[in-house]
């Protein structure tokens, strides 16, 4: 029996090689006729029989991710390593000192330095198909660098030349951040707290808005991924739950994303995200702002639009004249969440855009009854939503899983084996620490909760502020108990300041959004693996441990 490989499991050479098959065999299930010549060709490229092709073809067709098509842990797929260890880093470092440079030497050269270096450890010599197939493992934007430079690496391997342009609906995607021209204010006291963050997603075929995220925290990873989320996901579900009557139809797995360059935009989770659906990443090159045209008239528009409302700072200081901006804000983060969902979907959609000579809703409906369009939903919506939140490797020990400082347990962990060896990707909701989920070897998603459901909600940015003060006031070892009375302590004073400071109330204000929409999300249907069944329970005595049979 195949096992499924993890997305994030450390075999990189089988992660790779379930990337090259998703190329190839998306492009053959694509096809309204499947015959045996295109399943030759296709085995050709990728150097397996017909039969094993046919079987690629089915893998994808119940699972089409990168995941599905990579070797499983059973047998030697191809790309396996055989050789002993000293054997291979023989090979490696040979490659790495002889053929990553600008010389070009010739594959012979590279061999006979290996064949020297074996003889020297007293180990056999590779073979030279052996030292060939590693050496052609090797990615190519890699070894252009390392031979010729960024320059020409990014010239001979670059996806993007010319203008940017997309075949049809969600073919390219670009996504980009922006401080919002409005302070919002507090619920409740309706004091302001600043300024908040708008991550936009544009289809560049059609103009259509695809998603966006807004948030009180600066652009991250996290920003990037909730945007994507919702730009491959149905909005039906998101809408109702903002009491919102719109049609805004865009959905789909985009097959390219454009993003800005900035570090944070290249976080693993993010990478391995796209990687398992096959979206290609492409960054903007530093120093040439063109490449982001599209969304920059897109935000261009959205701040055009807020200029109007109550709070606005507008962008322009003359403008602006003696108008006190935070004295003006109403609008809280929800209300102006749904003006943009309106102002999106009620107004930019179905406004005639220069370039196509059409509005977007046009543009869009069109694409769809024209049969080109090739869509891909998620089969999935959670697991797609979780794939892109950033994870940790952990093991289970006897108490459940730890994760910064925190001890979540439940019942079915106790179902997997409890080897030290054994870590499982742990994945987390920076906006609600209460609930981590594991991914199982088949690739399903497990929510734990708290060890102890007592707990309250919290913020991963609440967490590491408890834990650095903790730190500075000279704690070595912290313990969940000190963790928890350290943030109890800091929203008491937190609560006590948002009276007086902006900085407090934008603090309390988001942990407040942050768990507010990550509470109205769970409660929206979510088709993860509920196994806890009592997060509401009212239990007050502590939660034991989940029993374990000890085999020792």
């Not at 007086?500 to 999300?521: S, Y």
């Amino acid at each position: 029996m195949r096992r499924p490989v993890d997305l994030h499991e450390q075999n990189e050479r089988a992660w790779a090689i379930g990337q090259a098959r998703l190329k190839v065999v998306s492009g053959v299930a694509a096809q309204p006729r499947v015959g045996k010549e295109t399943i030759d060709a296709a085995a050709r490229e990728m150097g397996v029989s017909r039969a094993y092709c046919y079987r690629l073809l089915r893998r994808f067709r119940d699972s089409p991710t990168a995941s599905a098509l990579a070797p499983g842990k059973v047998g030697r797929g191809p790309g396996s390593k055989v050789l002993p260890s000293a054997i291979e880093e023989i090979i490696e470092a040979a490659i790495d000192d002889c053929w990553m440079k600008p010389e070009h030497p010739p594959l012979a050269a590279v061999v006979r330095e290996v064949e020297r270096r074996c003889s020297a450890s007293g180990v056999a010599a590779p073979t030279y198909k052996a030292v060939r197939a590693r050496v052609l493992s090797r990615e190519l934007r890699q070894e252009l660098r390392r031979r010729e430079g960024v320059a020409s690496a990014r010239a001979k391997t670059g996806r993007i030349a010319g203008h940017l342009s997309a075949d049809g609906p969600m073919a390219l995607v670009q996504i980009d951040h922006t401080l919002a021209d409005i302070i919002v204010v507090a619920e409740g006291s309706r004091l302001p707290v600043g300024r908040p963050w708008l991550t936009l997603a544009i289809d560049i075929a059609t103009r259509m808005v695809a998603g966006f995220y807004l948030s009180l925290d600066p652009p991250s990873a996290l920003s990037v991924a909730m945007a994507l989320s919702q730009a491959a996901l149905p909005k039906d579900r998101y809408l109702r739950a903002h009491g919102i009557d719109l049609d805004w139809p865009v959905l789909g797995i985009p097959e390219r994303v454009h993003l800005d360059n900035a570090k944070e935009f290249h976080s693993r989770a993010l990478a391995r995200g796209a990687e398992q659906y096959g979206i290609e990443i492409d960054y903007r090159p530093p120093g040439q702002p063109h490449w982001g045209g599209h969304i920059e008239r897109l935000v261009g528009t959205m701040m055009g639009a807020v200029h109007l409302l109550p709070g606005s700072t507008s962008s322009n200081v003359v403008e602006r004249g003696d108008y006190d901006a935070e004295a003006a804000a109403i609008m809280t983060m929800n209300e102006l969440e749904k003006w943009l969902i309106h102002q999106i979907a009620g107004v930019y959609h179905h406004t005639v855009h220069r370039s196509l000579g059409k509005a977007p809703i046009t543009a869009w409906k069109e694409a769809m009854a024209s049969g080109d369009a090739r869509l891909k939903p998620p089969r999935d919506e959670d697991t797609f939503y979780l794939d892109f939140l950033p994870y940790e490797r952990r093991t289970i020990h006897r108490g459940g899983i730890s994760l910064f400082n925190v001890t979540y347990t439940d019942g079915v962990l106790s179902t997997f084996l409890a080897k030290r060896s054994r870590a499982f990707t742990v994945r987390y909701d920076p906006r609600d620490m209460s609930t981590v989920y594991l991914r199982d070897p088949d690739g399903s998603y497990w929510p734990i909760p708290y060890s102890d459901r007592r707990l309250p909600a919290v913020t991963l940015s609440e967490l590491n502020l408890a834990r650095r003060r903790l730190l500075d006031a000279g704690h070595k070892r912290l313990t969940q108990g000190q963790l928890f009375d350290a943030l109890a302590r800091q929203r008491v004073l937190v609560e006590s300041a948002a009276a007086k400071t902006k900085a407090a109330r934008r603090e309390r204000e988001r942990a407040h959004v942050a768990l507010d929409r990550r509470q109205t999300r769970k409660g929206q249907g979510g088709a993860v693996n509920d196994v806890t069944g009592n997060e509401s329970s009212g239990e007050t005595g502590p939660i034991l441990p989940y029993a374990v049979e000890d085999w020792s």
